[in-house]
């Protein structure tokens, strides 16, 4: 417990809030994104009450930070992403698991796992539905998706360079704890893109 104050201490004195916190928590993620959820509330709630009236500190205490999200389905396959709420000024981090194949949807009367790039398509549709109102997008992956090659091999597609030029225009961060392969290096993500770098963390 003292260990945990020390922490909240250090947090506190080395960083404000840039802008209210929320959370896109994706079908794929909810597990993650719950236990992420109760974590800030109780960081927040449980013995830091000293901001109540600082008005810097605006949406910092909530009960929840998760933004409601619906994923509909259309019978061809084709989707798209609700936000149920607004984006407006707020410090965005969408949460997402590609490698959840537990998650099915209907397709012309037949039942689909969704793929990688199925949970891709989502993200990229919820990115697209914050429509550039957010203070500032950030991605929590656990597995970078297509980071396995970072160099084209023959007449093959690099879907790694397209991914870099979409995340590099519009988020500012990406975090992931797991890089597939060895070759996918972070400096490549953060430099190979004309749009200004985006800053990439992973533990590992």
């Known amino acids: 417990m003292a260990t945990e104050h020390v922490l909240h201490d250090k947090l506190e004195q ?25 974590w800030i509330h109780y960081f927040r709630i449980g013995d830091h009450n000293a901001h109540r009236s600082d008005p810097t500190y605006d949406g910092y205490y909530e009960e929840d930070y998760r933004l409601p999200l619906v994923l509909p389905r259309f019978s061809t396959g084709e ?14 981090f ?6 959840n194949y537990s998650i099915t949807y209907e397709m ?47 007449r093959e597609s ?5 991914i870099s030029a979409i995340w590099g225009s519009r988020i500012s961060s990406l975090s992931t704890p797991m890089i597939p392969g060895s070759r996918t290096s972070i400096r490549w993500w953060t ?7 985006i800053s990439f963390s992973s533990p590992l």
């Open 158 to 162: 690099l879907d790694a360079a397209i």
């Open 14 to 38: 080395t960083s404000n809030p840039v802008a209210p916190l929320a959370l896109i928590v994706l079908p794929s993620a909810e597990k993650l994104g719950e236990k992420i959820n109760k």
């Open 94 to 99: 969408i949460i997402v698991d590609i490698t």
């Open 191 to 197: 430099s190979t893109t004309s749009h200004p770098p």
């Open 108 to 154: 012309n009367g037949f039942t689909n796992h969704m793929s990688p790039d199925d949970h891709f398509q989502d993200l990229k549709r919820v990115i697209a539905a914050i429509n550039g109102k957010a203070h500032r997008i950030n991605v929590i992956m656990p597995f970078l998706y297509e980071g396995r090659q970072h160099k084209r091999s023959g």
């Open 79 to 92: 989707g798209k992403a609700v936000l149920q709420d607004s984006t407006r000024g707020k410090d965005i």
